[in-house]
């Protein structure tokens, strides 16, 4: 985002330190603005939350009373009965009730209460600063950079390098992009929803589902939790309980299942089997952030197996390509004796082309490679038996089929 919005800048005229400048800028600017809204929303629900302390408490006595009055409900019920004791203190500066004996602390200095204070505020803003300046610097050093990692991989194929960058720079970028429309789509849905339901902080619930989307499979889960807890808590009944959890459940499908594929479709190069075994193995080295970045990180490991014929074992396990052709595929079946897979195959080549163009550019392919193996006796007695039945069972299974293409 920022390479793409320096260069914009640059072409419409603006200097190279100034374009630079002006993303890392922009960018802060905007982060800076989603931040203070967030925590204004932030300070308004903790002020709210002691007079929600009378709906959380009728709501567990009303549980309580429909699961019984004994057992784990009913300490449950207890604990919970003592959390809400606290809420209720919580902003009102009411006293905790403590034992005869205090021991009172030692009065700090005014210079150690503001550094106390402002200790986490720094870390959060020189984290924030580190940040930027390595994006500025990565920006402006970007080409100096590109020419270290080629010098790297090796320059005696310099077209081969600079076509596995280019691939992996476009399919990375494009993910990337498109993930980060469709989770900000999904946030701005999901915060819309709520404020139609009435729960409060709704901007600050949304924006926290946007961004947990981006870790893969549980993300969407975590951010359906505090603002279902939120409404728990504030309506004395169970309709925004519900409303919110029926939000969640028609909006994730739909972004899920038919936003993500229409945009991301194949361009991550990656087969839906390797994106949860490389979700599993990123997490488990780095943890949370090796989860965010799995797919990035596998898609750059796949773009190599294509260009390096050593590691072209990674495209073949981890990449969307089929790896059989559908002649190899076709011949593979049959001696399995599963002429059920290559059938659906073959239904979905006659969508577009004739039943005889099938059989002469697959079927007669794969009688060939199984006529060389019958010469070399490779395929026999009972293998050669199955070879004959699977075909025989395609062929008259393929017999209903119009010899015309479905649609041109």
Known sequence: IFSALAGRLQRLGAGRGLSIAGAVAAAALVISLVGYMAVQQTADLAAQLPSYRLTI??????????????????????????????????????????????????????????????????????????VFLLA??????????????????????????????????????????????????????????????????????????????????????????????????????????????????????????????????????????????????????????????????TICLVVMGRHISRLEFIDILLGDSPPLTPDEMFYQRMLAGDPREARQHAVKFLQQRALSTYYDEIALVAIRRAHSDIIRHKVADERLATLLQSTDQLVTSLDAVSDKPLWH
């Open 136 to 297: 500025a610097f990565i920006l402006s050093e970007r080409e100096d950079l590109r020419n270290r990692l080629i010098k790297l991989v090796g320059t005696d194929d310099l077209q081969q390098t600079t076509a596995a960058m280019d691939d992996a720079a476009q399919r990375v970028g494009r993910m990337l992009l498109s993930q980060l429309a469709v989770n900000a789509t999904f946030g701005l849905a999901v915060g819309i929803g709520l404020w139609f339901i009435g729960i409060p902080s709704a901007f600050l619930w949304g924006l926290l589902a946007g961004i947990l989307r981006f870790v893969p499979y549980i993300g969407a889960i975590i951010g359906l939790v505090p603002p279902l807890l939120v409404a728990f808590a504030f309506d004395p009944g169970w309709s925004a309980f519900l409303w919110t959890l029926g939000m969640f459940a028609l909006i994730e499908p739909v972004v899920g299942q038919g936003i993500e594929p229409v945009l991301y479709g194949h361009s991550s190069g990656l087969s839906p089997l390797a994106v949860v075994v490389s979700a599993t193995i990123w997490a488990f080295l780095w943890g949370a952030v090796g989860l965010v970045l799995a797919t990035p990180l």
């Open 57 to 130: 408490h009728n709501k567990i006595e009303d549980v309580t009373k429909k699961f019984g009055g004994s057992g784990d409900f009913s300490r449950a019920s207890g604990v919970i009965g003592e959390v809400l004791a606290d809420l209720q203190n919580f902003g009102t500066g009411a006293p905790h009730p403590v034992s005869s004996v205090m021991v009172k602390p030692e009065e700090s200095s005014g210079l150690a209460r503001i550094g106390s204070f402002a200790s986490p505020l720094l870390h959060v803003f020189g984290t924030f600063a580190a």
